[in-house]
């Protein structure tokens, strides 16, 4: 990033021969975002992050929400007033019975894979099962944490409007991207400069939407060469591990789920208390969604697959990357399960 | 108790400049030494949203200190042993005390119990308080510093949880502890110190949290000598005991006292200040707690009835119902149901005996007409 961007200006508008060249470089970062997503350069518009992508995709006037019951919250608290979409024990959207509360002139907004528990969103089935209607609907997904280990094309082959991260690809933080096809459009979030179609206005982050591309090259590349193959493999062989502990149940265990997730539940131990111990051991962790003051809160995503919040108290999420070892996933195993002796002792 | 060099202790830092000087203390003593925050309240607070600022203080003054900094979510316990006895409580009539309930409940019950299961030794906190380490046993005293003294609140504590008990800023006046932080450049160094209860927000106050909660009463004011009615509030739940403010003046231009609230009678009994004047605390029963051994019936003590209110004499007794009193050796303004009676040690003034909740305090020379009904 640093080298594509060495002795040019910071900002891309402008029409000299310099500001011209930074340009370039946030033109190519857009054409290569979009032969990743498989859309027109012109539907890919750069944003602060998932958030602001999300926020952004959100903002379609006055057409109802329907949002699945875990969506992440940058979504719920962008929805406004709207309607909740029903997920089953496993996690997965009731495509079903979506498709009975779905009216034409709808937003709906389902993530293509949940961010705690990893669980697949059926997106396909439920455009699919919306036949005649989807013509009228405007359907957003929030591909935030499924980049690395999804084709983020076939998201896009879906939905009108996807919402995505560079960070949650390896990628730098505080930059993604809401990639907008068909005729359907956003009002403008931030006004000012006219940039990004007028719809997110502002000096674009040059480096971070490079980054942005560069992560999701990267990504594609690992699915190729079977990195998030493997990568799953050594999920479940942990997976098996923590599972045969006592009192250990994996979330969404039968449900499709990324290979970078793993999620359980410990009976008798809180969360909290565990990940205390698991960091002190040089494990990161976490429980849910960390709220902005590091706590770690019940999850909404458990309680919408109708978990009772004793056991919710006692989540783990744990993810991996395609560079952990063998080694790494065993130690971890031998951490966690000692972490728990500890805390029932 | 044990060499400091060796042990563990996990410091609860609220955010605020005493517990972030509590923290810095140990770690200059060389002990090994980790932060935690708790997340008592899920609701709005004024330190925003789940007080993220003062998490993030916590979180900063640890980076400072080069220690580890956690964040526990006691949000479910908070509600069940502060939050919904504090409204229920309000419901009866009653003034009950928070912060006491949370050290009882949350800090040095939860978070102790957790700390030890985490493998700390000792827990610290950064209350003006001091736990000495006698002969016999580890006893509770006052801070050095008497105007900002806490304990009152940690009056419950009980000889386990002080055998597993730090707390260093205890020896510190409030000047010599925000010197420290500011030769240390610790963030938390000028933040005002914590005033109000910290699940309620300035602008709704203690009324608009209750009638969230609960449909409030709107009651007379009663004489009660005389039975007569004298006035009207709009919530009767929100008259304490003790209270004059609001509650004007008789026909001698005497202030009024509430010396009885009672929401399921819409009515607060109230009094010329002069009459109003109590000598004798029945506590609650089973609500004693003692910092080493219970005292036995007719054992002279000290006792104090708010977090800065005045220290009386007083006589453990049997009570003429169930449970003890405390006789006080003089008469005090009107002691609202609820509220925590510290009790120290006549011999010594700065040590904390034991504690209980008052069921309700009575006057032993007059009695008003219509306290009996």
């Known amino acids: 990033m640093a080298k594509a961007l060495e002795g040019l200006p910071p900002n891309p508008s402008g029409s000299h021969r310099l500001a011209r060249a930074t340009r370039s470089v946030l033109e190519d970062a857009r054409e290569r975002v979009a032969v990743e997503l498989g859309v027109a350069p012109g539907a890919v518009l750069f944003t602060s992050g998932g958030t602001e992508a999300c926020n952004l995709a959100l903002r379609m006037g006055s057409r109802p929400r329907k949002i699945s019951s875990i969506e992440h919250v940058a979504v719920r608290d962008a929805a406004g007033e709207h309607v909740e979409l029903a997920v089953g024990g496993d996690g997965v959207l009731d495509v079903a019975r979506a498709i009975e509360q779905i009216e034409d002139g709808d937003l709906v907004s389902v993530m293509a894979a949940n961010n705690e528990t990893g669980v697949l969103q059926p997106l396909r089935a439920l455009s699919d099962g919306l036949g005649a209607l989807r013509d009228g609907v405007v359907l957003h997904s929030d591909a935030v944490g499924s980049g690395w280990c999804q084709p983020l094309a076939e998201t896009a082959s879906i939905c009108q409007v996807v919402s995505i991260a560079a960070h949650k690809l390896g990628g730098p933080a505080g930059s993604g991207a809401v990639i907008v096809t068909g005729d359907v459009a956003p009002a403008p979030m931030v006004v000012g400069g006219g940039q990004e179609r007028g719809l997110r206005a502002g000096t674009q982050d040059v480096a971070g939407a490079l980054g942005l591309a560069c992560a999701l090259e990267l990504a594609s590349a690992d699915r190729r060469s079977g990195a998030i193959d493997a990568m799953g493999e050594r999920r479940d062989g942990l997976e098996k591990l923590l599972g045969d502990l006592d009192g250990v149940a994996i979330t969404a265990r039968g449900a499709p789920r990324l290979e970078s997730h793993l999620h359980l539940t410990i009976e008798g131990v809180r969360s909290d208390e565990l990940l205390f111990l698991l960091d002190e051991a040089g494990l990161c962790a976490s429980a849910g969604a960390a709220c902005a003051s590091g706590a770690s809160r019940p999850s909404r995503v458990l309680e919408a697959m109708g978990m009772g919040e004793s056991r919710a108290r006692g989540a783990l999420r744990l993810s991996l990357s395609p560079l952990t070892s063998d080694e790494e996933i065993e130690q971890a195993g031998v951490i966690i399960a000692g972490a728990i002796a500890q805390l029932r002792r | ?373």
């Not at chain 2, 600022?53 to 580890?68: E, K, P, Y």
């Not at chain 2, 005991?241 to 009994?269: I, K, M, T, W």
């Not at chain 2, 009676?341 to 003034?349: G, N, Q, T």
């Open chain 2, 1 to 373: 108790m044990a060499d400091l060099s060796t042990v563990k202790v996990l410091v609860a830092m609220s955010g605020g400049v005493d517990s972030s000087v509590a923290a810095s203390l140990l770690v200059d003593q060389g002990h090994d030494v980790s932060g935690v925050t708790l997340k008592l309240w899920g609701g709005p607070s004024d330190a925003g949203c789940c007080s993220v600022q003062d998490v993030l203080d916590a979180a900063r003054v640890a980076d400072q200190l080069g220690i580890d900094h956690h964040v526990f979510d006691l949000t479910d316990a908070f509600d069940r042993h502060v939050v919904e006895p504090f409204v229920a409580a309000h419901l009866a009539g009653r003034t009950p005390n928070p912060c006491v309930e949370c050290n009882r409940h949350l800090k040095f019950d939860h978070l102790l119990a957790a700390s030890r299961r985490l493998g700390f030794d000792l827990l610290a906190t950064g209350h003006h308080a001091r736990v000495v380490h006698a002969a016999e046993g580890p006893e509770l005293h006052r801070g050095r510093d008497v105007a900002k003294d806490q304990s009152y609140v940690l009056a419950m504590l009980g000889p386990s949880q002080l055998a597993s008990l730090v707390l260093p800023v205890g020896e510190l006046s409030k000047q010599e502890v925000r010197r420290y932080a500011t030769a240390r450049h610790l963030r938390t160094s000028g933040k005002p110190d914590s005033q109000d209860l910290c699940f309620i927000q300035a602008d709704e106050g203690r009324g608009g949290f209750l009638a969230a909660r609960a449909s409030l009463t709107p009651g007379s004011l009663i004489d009660a000598e005389s039975g007569a009615t004298v006035g009207e509030v709009t919530a009767v739940e929100l008259v304490t005991v003790g209270q004059r403010r609001g509650l004007g003046v008789d026909v001698h231009g005497r202030r009024r006292v509430a010396v009885a609230v009672s929401p399921s009678e819409a009515r607060v009994l109230v009094a010329p200040q002069d009459e109003a004047l109590v000598d004798e605390v029945v506590l609650d029963e089973e609500s004693e707690t003692w910092t080493a051994a219970p005292l036995d019936d007719g054992a002279s003590v000290l006792v104090q009835l708010r977090a800065h209110g005045v220290v009386t004499r007083a006589q453990l007794a049997a009570a003429r119902g169930p449970g003890r009193s405390l006789v006080l050796e003089e008469s005090i303004a009107p002691v609202a149901p609820g509220q925590t009676a510290a009790i120290y040690s006549a011999e010594d003034p700065t040590l904390v005996l034991g504690s209980a909740v008052v069921a309700h305090a009575i006057r032993s020379k007059v009695t008003l007409a219509l306290e009996q009904t």
